[in-house]
C-alpha cells in the first residue's frame, strides 16, 4: 500500500477530470488506461486516452484556465477550459504537479505526480 495524505475529495475531483478528459474526446470504441506507478518518492497517477492527441503548439495553452484547444462554435466538446487548470491546481495544493504527453493521431497521457506520505 502506498499512502498520500491529502483532502480525499479534491483529489477525486483531479483523477475524475483526468478520466472525464480520456474518454470524451477519442472515439468511443477505444480504451483508456490508468494506470499508478510509484517512482521514487512519488505516486504517479496516469490517465492515458487513444484520442487525437494534441499538436505541440497547443501544449502551452492546454493546462491554462478557459484555454480551449479547440475554441470554436463547432467544436464537439463543450466546456469552459476550467478542468485541467483546476487538476493542476489541486495537485499543486498537494505538493504534487500535473503534467501530460501528447503526440497527435495517438493519443495523450496526462498524469498527476504527487509525493509519497512518510510513515
Known amino acids: 500500500p502506498v499512502l498520500?495524505?491529502?483532502?480525499?475529495k479534491r483529489l477525486k475531483q483531479a483523477i475524475r477530470q483526468l478520466l472525464s478528459n480520456a474518454?470524451?474526446?477519442p472515439?468511443?470504441?477505444t480504451e483508456v488506461c490508468l494506470r499508478l506507478t510509484l517512482q521514487n518518492a512519488s505516486l504517479r497517477i496516469a490517465v492515458e486516452d487513444q484520442g487525437p492527441g494534441i499538436d505541440k503548439a497547443d501544449h502551452a495553452q492546454v493546462l491554462?484556465?478557459?484555454a480551449q484547444v479547440d475554441?470554436?462554435?463547432t467544436r464537439a466538446h463543450r466546456g469552459i477550459g476550467l478542468g485541467l487548470a483546476?487538476?493542476?491546481?489541486?495537485?499543486?495544493n498537494h505538493g504534487g504537479s500535473l503534467g501530460f504527453d501528447s503526440t497527435p493521431g495517438k493519443g495523450s497521457v496526462f498524469y498527476i505526480t504527487l509525493p509519497v506520505a512518510r510513515s
Open 64 to 66: 491554462t484556465p478557459f
Open 86 to 92: 483546476l487538476a493542476k491546481r489541486i495537485a499543486q
Open 27 to 29: 472515439p468511443s470504441d
Open 23 to 25: 474518454v470524451q474526446f
Open 71 to 73: 475554441s470554436s462554435d
Open 4 to 8: 498520500v495524505r491529502g483532502d480525499a
